[in-house]
């Protein structure tokens, strides 16, 4: 169970989108602060995976904005922000822990979106590096470092074996080591590669029903929608939860397109601000009364 997620429901009003902060380029920076950001940046995932095990905290990244669903303000990161003001969508959200340093006040965001649902297209919108499931990367880093580390046991097996009269203890301790050599290196591997954003996927996929949320694929989902979209098969155009969908004439490549819309879980709290509209007094100004000297 994924607790603290839930559903929000609504039409999106007072959207703003803030431009990304400029990335460093490497004709910027020297060489050894490349070097040394990547060692700053090995630490930091490390870090964020330790964060999200224990505290379940990772830190979103992507293309900044804020708007209300319905009456509730959300903010959020997201890798392109492809809704509009007056579009119907659903939110993955959570709510905003504030605490005597940081105290609520009227106007500040109430929840974080960690994932965009427009049912109208199948699409979903995730923040940067979100999306690929835990179990599915570990499964293509196990081929490709596994390929490798095979490669390079065999190698140097031939090699002793040529070179050196080896015993089968010798051998036993050099096979050990090799596999252990091939689980660091998974580790290490997952680590820089973002393997801590699998979590967060893993929770969203959860949250929103599916099957095998720790396996998931995307991209499987991604190619068997769009065989379907374009011969306009029932299974979409006839979907009992999403009755409003459209055949997608021109895709989006930053959505991660759906064909039939899971169950939501009983256990999910749906938030639904169908047909509300955000309450947004604007504070009237006092005009300066100027005092005369009589």
Not at 24 to 34: E, F, Q
Not at 43 to 53: D, N, P, R, S, Y
Not at 140 to 152: A, E, K, P, Q
Request: hydrophobic share 40%; with cysteine; glycine share 8%.
């Amino acid at each position: 169970m994924t607790k603290g997620y839930n559903l929000l429901k609504g039409t999106v009003s007072h959207l703003q989108v803030m431009d990304e902060p400029k990335e460093l380029r490497s004709d910027d920076i020297g060489l050894l602060a490349i070097i040394g950001l990547m060692i700053v940046g090995a630490f930091e995932v490390i870090g964020a995976l330790i964060g999200a095990l224990t505290a379940g905290s990772i830190t979103l990244e992507g293309k900044s904005y804020q708007c209300y669903v319905g009456r509730k303000k959300v903010q959020g990161k997201l890798l392109h922000v492809n809704f509009k003001n007056g579009d119907y969508v659903e939110m993955l959200v959570k709510p905003i822990k504030f605490n005597e340093y940081q105290p609520y006040s009227v106007g500040m965001p109430e929840y974080l979106v960690y994932a965009v649902r427009i049912p109208q297209y199948h699409a979903l919108y995730f923040p940067r590096s979100v999306g690929m499931t835990t179990l599915l990367m570990l499964k293509y880093l196990s081929i490709g470092v596994g390929i490798l580390s095979l490669f390079i046991y065999v190698v140097l097996t031939i090699m002793m074996f040529i070179k050196t009269e080896v015993d089968i203890s010798s051998w036993i301790i050099f096979t050990l080591t090799n596999i252990l050599m091939f689980l660091i290196f998974l580790v290490l591997l997952f680590l820089l590669l973002g393997g801590c954003y699998t979590f967060i996927s893993n929770r969203i996929f959860t949250t929103l029903g599916y099957p095998n949320p720790w396996s998931y694929n995307c991209s499987d989902e991604n190619r068997r929608f769009r065989k379907l979209n374009r011969s306009g098969d029932p299974e979409l155009i006839d979907d009992p939860q999403s009755r409003e969908f459209e055949k997608v004439v021109k895709y989006d490549p930053n959505a991660s397109y759906y064909c039939r819309t899971p169950t939501l879980p009983d256990w999910v709290t749906v938030i639904d601000e169908r047909g509300f509209m955000p309450q947004i007094t604007e504070p009237q100004e006092t005009p300066n009364q100027e005092q005369s000297n009589d």
